[in-house]
């Protein structure tokens, strides 16, 4: 059964950075794309970013310069690195693992980014 486990959310001052890590299990990683998505209260569930298998990276314009995407393919974990964090980016974090051969999708439990004063 594919896993992914999502973990490094918790509360953080404005302009303070957390990292989330999202680690794979029974999927080929180096196929997969890997993307981390976010859902606010009251908001529809939406992109951040995603690190394309052949490795160019994509970012929600809200996160361009702030938020940094990596994959590291040995250990079958993608990253999500925040930084200059908002009131606004206060959400669900769910990692996503798209096949990108099958289309066949998965998706982590999510983990809570908390931006308060």
């Known amino acids: 059964q594919v896993q992914l486990v999502e973990s490094g959310g918790g509360l953080v001052q404005p302009g303070g950075s957390l990292r989330l890590s999202c680690v794979a299990s029974?999927?080929?990683?180096?196929?997969?794309?890997m993307g981390w998505y976010r859902q606010a209260p009251g908001k529809q569930r939406e992109l951040v970013a995603i690190?394309?298998?052949?490795?160019?990276?994509n970012y929600a314009d809200s996160v361009k310069g702030r938020f940094t995407i990596s994959r590291d393919n040995a250990r079958n974990t993608v990253y999500l690195q925040m930084n200059s964090l908002r009131f606004e980016d206060t959400a669900v974090y769910y990692c996503?693992?798209?096949?990108?051969?099958?289309?066949?999708?998965?998706w982590g439990q999510g983990t809570q980014v908390t931006v308060s004063s």
């Open positions: 996503n693992a798209e096949d990108n051969w099958t289309s066949a999708e998965y």
């Open positions: 029974r999927i080929l990683f180096t196929n997969y794309d």
């Open positions: 690190s394309v298998s052949g490795g160019s990276t």
